[in-house]
């Protein structure tokens, strides 16, 4: 059972930073994509920045030159620094991460961590 668990959320000043943490334990399979997407109130849930299977990496456009995504295999957790934030920012963020075994493909999302920024 591979479970993902998040931390590094919370409420910060616009133009503030926030680091997020998500650790996978369990199975983890070496062809994965392992990132972040978030929800915002009333909106759908958007990806935001992932590695992607070739281990290269994806941004949304809204957060590219603030946020960047890096890992840490050796303890399979990905990590997203966030800086310049912004009141637009402000959702709950996911962490997820999609393994792949042939034509297959198993999706595993963490619980949330809400992140605020004020204006």
């Known amino acids: 059972q591979v479970q993902l668990v998040e931390s590094g959320g919370g409420l910060v000043q616009a133009g503030g930073s926030l680091r997020l943490s998500c650790a996978a334990s369990?199975?983890?399979?070496?062809?994965?994509?392992f990132g972040w997407y978030r929800q915002a109130p009333g909106k759908q849930r958007e990806l935001v920045a992932v590695f992607t299977r070739s281990g290269s990496t994806t941004y949304a456009d809204s957060v590219k030159g603030r946020f960047t995504i890096s890992r840490d295999n050796t303890k399979n957790t990905v990590y997203l620094q966030m800086s310049s934030l912004k009141p637009e920012d402000t959702a709950v963020y996911y962490c997820?991460?999609?393994?792949?075994?042939?034509?297959?493909?198993?999706?595993?999302w963490g619980q949330g961590t809400q992140v605020t920024v004020s204006s």
């Open positions: 997820n991460l999609k393994m792949f075994t042939g034509t297959l493909m198993d999706a595993y």
């Open positions: 369990g199975r983890i399979f070496s062809s994965n994509v």
